[in-house]
């Protein structure tokens, strides 16, 4: 019976082993099967279990249950052929079960791809970008306007006419820095944009922050 799932009951696993035997000719036609109790003892389940083992190959055409005698195998081929549906529906189950996984791994894989066709797309974007201007760079000096504050909040495209494209910080570098970057002293700004908008940036993070007194 190993070859049976698990979740399979108990009794039709049992109806399924007897089946095998009889097609195996370990038990033949007209021959009367053990008695409950020995089967039961046999399979360790209980009389019950075996009773309902009978119920179902009787129902398939493959034994015969008389109350007074027991229990008769009445055919070979029926017993085949209940072996067969229970394989074909098990294999019905195994293709279900791949197609069900593949639809998640298709789902998965769909995933992927939209992810690396926006990465694509934003890499298109940031050429675009690089091809209206040269690159530049600038240190945040100290006392600087926009030290603790973020890109977004600088508006820095609005003000000065130039995209960042990255942001040096001692040994790390910050690709595509997003619009809550928030810069600190010493930051070396990396962006692109055209020679007369420079000096626009320059003057933008040279200025001084306002001391309050």
């Not at 000719?25 to 209980?46: I, M, P």
């Not at 000096?141 to 494209?165: D, R």
Request: charged share 30%.
């Amino acid at each position: 019976m190993s070859t049976i799932k698990n979740k399979t009951p108990r009794y039709i696993k049992i109806a399924l082993d007897i089946a095998r035997r009889i097609d195996n000719l370990e038990f033949k036609e007209g021959a009367k099967l053990r008695g409950r109790s020995t089967l039961a003892s046999e399979y360790n389940v209980s009389p019950e279990t075996i009773r309902r083992s009978a119920s179902l190959l009787e129902d398939m055409g493959v034994v015969i249950i008389t109350q007074k005698s027991g229990i008769f195998i009445k055919s070979i081929k029926k017993a085949r052929i209940f072996l067969e549906k229970f394989n074909e529906k098990n294999n019905l189950d195994e293709t279900r079960n791949a197609i069900k996984q593949l639809r998640i791994e298709k789902e998965n894989i769909e995933k992927k791809i939209d992810e690396n066709i926006d990465t694509l797309l934003e890499y298109f974007m940031q050429q675009k970008k690089i091809n209206l201007g040269s690159s530049y760079e600038i240190p945040v000096p100290i006392q600087s306007n926009i030290i603790k504050k973020t890109i977004n909040e600088l508006q820095f495209w609005h003000n000065t006419g130039a995209t960042i494209t990255a942001i040096k910080r001692d040994y790390e570098l910050f690709i595509s820095p997003g619009p809550y970057f928030e810069f600190i002293e010493g930051d070396i700004i990396c962006f692109i944009c055209t020679a007369e908008n420079y000096y626009k940036v320059e003057d933008f993070v040279n200025k001084k922050a306002e001391i309050l007194s």
